[in-house]
């Protein structure tokens, strides 16, 4: 359910042509949830690539490795576990036909995290993924589909039909969450993905196993 005022990523000017370098903005969506940060850290992208072209072969400038050491390469586990939770709605909505519970999702990703890597109890591991959900939770579709397609991240910058690929995955999380999961007791109020952006009709997915919906199931 969206509230009455949506946000969209800026991927077009006023006259509807695409902006300078929208894999830069992605980027900047799937590192910082807070818009205004989003056109922030897109600016200094751009900033750097006329400052120090690729073609020129120079190293970073000390700001710019400042901004990936401190924002863009930051909080990857809180992304993936915001990412991993949308993707367990997908999967649980599928194995179920009924609208799934976010705090279901939210245990499955812990349990598997514990059943594949064996690091802590899925209890704690649980907190961990509720707070990356809550960090990440609006721009969740983004982080749902670097999970999905997780070579494709690497393969949108600079590659316009790799990053349209990219945002139809992720717009395609995002109207299942408008569809399945919004409700008045679950706000969602994503950064959304522009309409004009085709979203994926198919995601391909791995279906929960008989182990997995009983955990999901747990009281």
């Given at each position: 359910m969206s509230g009455p005022t949506?946000?969209?990523?800026?991927?077009?000017?006023?006259?509807g042509a695409s902006i300078a370098r929208p894999d830069f903005m992605v980027l900047a969506a799937i590192s910082e949830p807070q818009l205004m940060s989003v056109e922030h850290i897109y600016a200094t992208m751009?900033?750097?690539?006329q400052i120090n072209p690729p073609a020129a072969n120079i190293e970073m400038t000390e700001y710019a490795?400042?901004?990936k050491r401190n924002v863009i390469d930051r909080r990857i586990k809180e992304r993936?576990?915001?990412?991993?939770?949308?993707l367990e709605l997908v999967r649980l909505a599928a194995a179920t036909?009924?609208?799934?519970?976010?705090n279901a999702a939210r245990r499955l990703v812990a349990f598997n995290h514990h059943k594949h890597?064996?690091?802590?109890?899925?209890?704690?591991?649980?907190?961990?993924?509720?707070?990356?959900?809550?960090?990440?939770r609006n721009t969740s579709h983004f982080q749902a589909a670097a999970v999905l397609e997780p070579s494709l991240l690497y393969k949108l910058?600079?590659?316009e039909p790799n990053c349209r690929k990219f945002l139809g995955i992720a717009r395609a999380f995002e109207l299942f969450m408008d569809n399945n999961v919004a409700s008045t007791a679950f706000k969602w109020s994503p950064l959304?993905?522009?309409?004009?952006?085709d979203s994926l009709s198919t995601i391909k997915f791995i279906p929960l196993s008989d182990q997995e919906l009983a955990v999901a199931q747990q009281a």
């Open positions: 949506e946000t969209y990523l800026r991927l077009f000017d006023n006259e751009l900033l750097e690539e490795k400042i901004l993936v576990f915001s990412g991993e939770v949308v036909g009924k609208p799934p519970g976010v890597f064996r690091i802590g109890e899925p209890g704690n591991i649980k907190r961990e993924v509720e707070r990356g959900f809550g960090k990440f910058e600079g590659d959304r993905v522009p309409a004009v952006i």
